[in-house]
């Protein structure tokens, strides 16, 4: 019977290779002064090291040493230096293998460590079944079992046995989660999913696979369409206790079981384990779908305005030839007038001669009519949507119970009204109606003077909703992304316990009294400096105009023609290569292939070539149609059920690390920055066939709808996170995405952003969470300083300080604040989802409120070095150059399919963000790598001064041939 494995070969490497670097060594290696007695009582030198290394490893990583152990030099040289001897010596250790086997004998009686065994066994799987049903993530299981195992002094046993023992452990696991579901689902629950799984009618396609369809573009239909599966689930009544029963990560691996295992394949799984994974994936879908009603209310509301927008601009447009002969018969009738007095004629008679009075009075209405104030307001033309409306609103507002705060209860009253309405069949709204939520730009076309506009004030009420629900002061229950926006935050209990532990996961200091005093001082000491630098005139590029700041555009650091020369002469040696050949050897370096596990066994493909052309699909944008035709030995089946098991979002995140971590060691890299610092950038795709409905227009790109691949770069050129946004979103909303979710070992400080990037809210929560936001500030002019006390303090200063720092409402608000902070920290919260709640609230919240204020703090702290500090302008471009450069390279990768996203979900237009920063990632290692080389063998022909290293890009790619038949030589080394 073969062995049960649950690790990939690079996984268990990782449990296996022993500690090597500083920091490592350090932690676990330091010996105290009884350890130091026991290893000096071996009488020759190379048994004391080899004793003295023995004890270490049964210290960390807990086991015996083995004959072929391969012992890092930095390992035997940290304890050698330690003991005093050379750690040549060691080469001498136990040729006799008794010796090993006395000195382990007595170093287990030493540290009272037991073997492990047959009772250990069923301990250890005692206690990690239930911990294996929180995460059963197999990597984290062997490193819990590992632990604990250290924790009770027991030796580790061979990796093998530890992997057998956590395969048991994840089976009974399952079972427990399948118990526990299906215990909660009653026999009518489980005969409504069997039947499910069958065709409906006359139709081939079961209820399941209609409801785990994407939903489509945003349209009345698709938000009728989704109702409909909506009621269907919620025909089912299946206990939403499940979702409390399944932990978070075991919910989110069975909904992703539920929506890719074929109704065909589901029907031959077990009963429990079947129900169990259409049971969570049901009710993951209904919250998915609840998101979807609201996203495309959201999206068909700003449709609706800005067509309206069109419309009045076209309407203005058309208005124009009118106004004009409008004019001219007011001008010659004022010039009529005027000539009647001046000569004293019978101005009726002029008149009548210029034109009859029925025309006369024809001109006057049409005066009359062209200076209406609505005409100009582009709300005078929303009411011809309104039947576009009211397709889908009275089934929206039937279907969902919205919930509100006191910032948004008047237009939930508005909103039951309107429900009440369409139940009833009114056409007239009651006497008393709420309208205190109705904006000022409503209120001409809502007050008409026999009451109030019914079409308007539905209009208004439904756009106000989204509003609402964008802020958070209106959330729908059971939803992900529209919940109550205390519900995305720790609870209040967690986080008393962090403060009395005094964890806070915050990098400023969690006392606000010292904290505002210290940040106080630092303001007033920096606003001193800048009002001295301004009046000796010190400030290069830097002075005051007029009460405006004026700065002097950057000048970048020209690149001497030397180094120019020097970089053609680099990358002349580079060889051309077939990128099916560059992803193979990175692969061969880093591995990255192995993170792409199948969703249910946690095991990296067997099937390289097939893995290796769906990343490469995304990569390029060619679609898994046209690159099976491209490929040899791949079906189009065949790679779609490797699309369908190993390739994930999670997936595409841990191979990306690996080639980061790769990358960061290079010393060639070492050039370009040290990897703690970066930029990160919007890059703009147009959406083509049946995507083009899934996008928003954003007037900068022009006038068809798009997406926005919004990634993140460090100072070594490597693109370390990537992630797809709406084409309408600020980027300022996912700056800290990238900052706190990226699974690399890079060391984030200092982060770069263009104008769009920054708002005052993501400056506060980048210093708490101890990032230093440096956006490249354009138009500083406009741009106000923020200050404690009163302006008049800084005379010089005066004309460019806005207002006072609101010191209470920070106060106020300080636990909140950190509350807020903590949960991003920590993971409960996403800092998008969060940043885009607070961007929506109205004015009246106190914590988007005290946020702001402490952006504004911090936003004067950098103002104010970026006027001083002309190396920081610097840096910042030099960050913000690396990321367009990039953007060059990842548009001609992207060059398939016109360079269009044309995939019909939000999920697949991930993939392919992610397969394009990845593959954009192997071309830069692939080019580092040989960079270095060529670097090498052209200074051997050449003197030239190191510094040129620096002025080199990994960004190249005419040497790489994108184009043709990708063809996988798996068998040989490139």
């Known amino acids: 019977m073969p062995r049960r494995t649950v690790l990939s070969s690079s996984q268990r490497t990782v449990f296996e290779v022993l500690p090597s670097v500083p920091d490592l060594l350090t932690r676990y290696y330091v010996l105290d002064e009884d350890e130091l007695a026991l290893i000096s009582k071996c009488r020759r030198p190379r048994n004391r090291l080899g004793f003295a290394l023995q004890l270490c490893l049964i210290k960390f990583p807990g086991r015996a040493l083995r004959p072929d152990d391969e012992i890092p030099d930095s390992l035997v040289e940290f304890i050698a230096e330690q003991i005093e001897e050379e750690s040549e010596v060691f080469c001498g250790y136990a040729d006799r293998d008794q010796t090993r086997r006395e000195h382990f004998k007595t170093l287990i009686e030493f540290f009272r460590l037991s073997r492990f065994g047959d009772s250990h066994y069923q301990e250890m799987v005692r206690w990690l079944t239930p911990i294996a049903v929180d995460n059963p993530k197999s990597t984290f299981l062997v490193g819990a079992t590992l632990n604990e195992l250290r924790r009770r002094k027991i030796l580790h046993p061979a990796l093998t046995v530890v992997e057998r023992l956590v395969a048991q452990v994840k089976i009974q696991a399952d079972r427990r989660v399948y118990n526990e579901v299906t215990g909660l689902l009653s026999d009518r629950h489980q005969a409504d999913l069997k039947f499910w799984l069958n065709p409906r009618g006359e139709k081939s396609q079961s209820r399941l696979s209609w409801i785990r369809q994407p939903a489509g573009r945003p349209s009345p239909i698709n938000v009728i369409l989704i109702m409909e599966k909506l009621a269907a689930i919620r025909l089912l009544g299946l206990p939403s206790e499940v979702l409390d029963a399944v932990p978070t990560i075991r919910r989110k691996q069975l909904a992703q079981e539920g929506n890719r295992i074929a109704v065909h394949n589901l029907r031959m799984l077990n009963e429990q384990r079947r129900y169990t994974i259409m049971t969570v994936c049901l009710l993951e879908i209904q919250r998915s779908l609840m998101d979807e009603v609201v996203n495309m209310h959201d999206r068909i509301i700003g449709s609706l305005m800005r067509r309206s927008q069109r419309k009045q601009a076209t309407q203005l447009q058309d208005d124009a030839k009118n106004i004009k002969t409008t004019v001219n018969v007011f001008s010659k009738l004022g010039q009529a007038l005027i000539k009647a007095r001046e000569e004293h004629l019978d101005p009726w008679e002029l008149i009548e001669a210029e034109l009859s009075w029925d025309d006369f009075r024809a001109t006057v209405e049409a005066a009359e009519n062209l200076s209406q104030p609505q005409r100009f307001d582009y709300l005078h033309y929303v009411d011809t949507s309104f039947n576009q409306i009211r397709r889908y609103a009275p089934t929206m507002l039937e279907h969902f119970d919205f919930r509100a705060s006191s910032g948004g209860r008047d237009v939930l009253t508005a909103i039951d009204i309107i429900r009440d309405m369409n139940k009833t069949g009114k056409r007239k709204l009651p006497d008393q109606v709420p309208t205190s939520f109705i904006p000022k730009r409503w209120q001409p076309f809502i007050f008409e003077t026999d009451g109030l506009n019914r079409r308007y004030y539905e209009l208004c009420a439904l756009s106000e909703l989204r509003n609402r629900l964008r802020s958070g002061d209106v959330w729908v229950p059971g939803s992900r992304q529209f919940e109550d926006f205390n519900e995305y935050l720790m609870g209040p209990s967690a986080f008393r316990q962090l403060q009395e532990s005094r964890e806070i996961p915050v990098a400023v200091e969690t006392d606000c009294t010292r904290y505002i005093s210290e940040r106080k001082e630092l303001l007033e000491s920096q606003l001193e400096e800048f009002q001295r630098l301004l009046r000796s005139n010190d400030l290069d590029t830097v002075c005051l105009k007029n009460g405006r700041l004026s700065m002097q555009p950057y000048r970048g650091n020209s690149v001497p023609d030397e180094a120019k020369q020097f970089s053609r002469r680099v990358y002349a040696e580079l060889p051309r290569i077939k990128i099916t050949d560059l992803l193979i050897e990175v692969d061969q370096w880093t591995g990255f292939t192995e993170q792409f596990t199948h969703l249910r066994t946690g095991q990296p493909s067997q099937d390289k070539e097939s893995l290796l052309s769906v990343i490469l699909s995304d990569g390029i944008n060619l679609g898994l149609t046209r690159m099976a035709e491209a490929s040899s030995g791949a079906s189009y089946k065949q790679l779609s059920w490797v699309s369908d098991w190993y390739v994930r979002s999670e997936c595409y995140s841990r191979g990306l690390a690996e080639i ?315």
């Open 660 to 974: 980061t971590n790769y990358h960061h060691i290079i010393p060639l890299a070492g050039q370009w920055g040290d990897g703690s610092t970066s930029s990160s950038d919007g890059q703009h795709f147009p959406l083509g066939s049946v995507g083009r409905g899934l996008g928003d227009v954003n007037a900068r790109y022009g006038r068809d709808p798009g997406v926005i691949f919004y990634t993140h770069i460090s100072d070594q050129y490597t693109p370390f996170h990537s992630q797809l946004i709406n084409a309408t979103a600020r980027d300022a909303t996912y700056v800290l995405d990238g900052l706190l979710y990226h699974e690399s070992n890079l060391n984030i400080e200092e982060h770069y952003t263009d104008t769009a990037g920054f708002t005052d809210h993501v400056f506060a929560l980048c210093h708490l969470l101890g990032f230093r936001f440096a956006p490249r500030i354009r138009n500083i002019g406009d741009v106000k300083l923020y200050t404690f006390g009163s302006a008049k303090r800084w005379a010089d200063l005066e004309p460019l300080i806005g207002s006072k720092i609101k010191q209470k409402d920070i106060e106020n608000q300080w636990e909140e604040i950190l509350r807020l902070a903590s949960s991003i920290r920590l993971g409960t919260v996403t800092a998008s989802l969060i940043i885009r709640k607070l961007a929506s609230y109205p004015r009246q919240n106190k914590l988007a409120l005290a946020i702001r204020e402490l952006g504004r703090l911090e936003r004067t702290l950098f103002l104010l070095d970026w006027v001083k500090k002309p190396e920081l302008r610097s840096r910042v471009q030099a960050g913000l150059n690396k990321g367009e450069s990039r953007n060059a390279l990842a548009r001609a990768v992207f060059f398939n399919r016109l360079g269009e996203v044309r995939d019909r979900s939000f999920e697949s237009q991930c993939y392919r963000t992610s397969g394009l920063n990845l593959v954009v990632a192997t071309i830069i290692l692939w080019n580092t790598v040989y960079l270095e080389k060529a670097v090498k063998k052209v200074r051997e022909e050449m003197d030239v001064p190191e510094e040129f290293q620096s002025y080199l890009s990994p960004l190249g790619w005419e040497h790489i041939n994108l184009t043709g038949d990708y063809i996988w030589n798996l068998g040989q080394t490139p």
